[in-house]
């Protein structure tokens, strides 16, 4: 059974951190990328950060980039999103995907944690 479950959100003010959490089961971790999105009320989700199989390729939306780091550890089949320098705009739902990087079609999402940027 496929799990992927997220941890780590919460409440911060504005120029803290916090370090999102995504703990995998059921599949074969280095065989996906491992990417976080966000969701902000009344908007679409967005892509925030991907990073590859073996954790040397990452990519970032430019809203976050600079500010936030997306690691994996596949001994752990874990990955990260450390956030720093938050702005009240990174309010959002933040999902953990897992998609094949050979067949797309195996995608798989996490139930989402919350995380308010707030004074």
């Known amino acids: 059974q496929v799990q992927l479950v997220e941890s780590g959100g919460g409440l911060v003010q504005p120029g803290g951190s916090l370090r999102l959490s995504c703990a995998t089961s059921?599949?074969?971790?280095?065989?996906?990328?491992m990417s976080w999105y966000r969701q902000a009320p009344g908007k679409e989700r967005e892509l925030v950060a991907t990073?590859?199989?073996?954790?040397?390729?990452?990519r970032y939306a430019d809203s976050v980039k600079g500010r936030f780091t997306i690691s994996r550890d596949n001994a752990k089949n874990t990955v990260y999103l450390q956030m720093n320098s938050l702005k009240p705009e990174d309010t959002a739902v933040y999902y953990c995907?897992?998609?094949?990087?050979?067949?797309?079609?195996?995608?798989?999402w996490g139930q989402g944690t919350q995380v308010t940027v707030s004074s």
């Open positions: 990073v590859s199989g073996g954790g040397g390729s990452t």
């Open positions: 995907n897992a998609r094949n990087v050979y067949y797309s079609t195996y995608n798989y």
């Open positions: 059921g599949f074969t971790f280095r065989d996906f990328a």
